[in-house]
């Protein structure tokens, strides 16, 4: 799903899952903490990287990239300036 700027919206959801992940939790601390199973989890990150993948028309490479690109696009704030994404 885009915005009319051809943005990426994510469900609340997935945006909580990738903003915990960002700041380094372990998937099993996240799940526990939103009351989800690990494979809902998941499920969650697979989603907003289909989404990406979609918006952009090219494959996401992980969730690293996932996460650079969804605080770039300042759905989820994790700190100061992000450098320049170079890949892998």
């Excluded at 903003?19 to 996240?30: C, K, Q, S, T, V």
């Amino acid at each position: 799903m885009t915005d009319p700027r051809g943005n990426v919206r994510l469900p609340a959801r997935q945006l909580q899952v990738l903003e915990l992940i960002a700041r380094g939790l372990p998937y099993a601390d996240i799940a526990r903490l939103l009351h989800i199973t690990e494979d809902t989890l998941h499920t969650h990150r697979k989603r907003a990287v289909e989404a990406y993948a979609k918006a952009a028309d090219e494959r996401v490479e992980g969730t690293g990239e996932l996460v650079y690109r969804v605080v770039a696009d300042g759905h989820i704030d994790i700190g100061p300036d992000l450098p320049e994404w170079t890949g892998s």
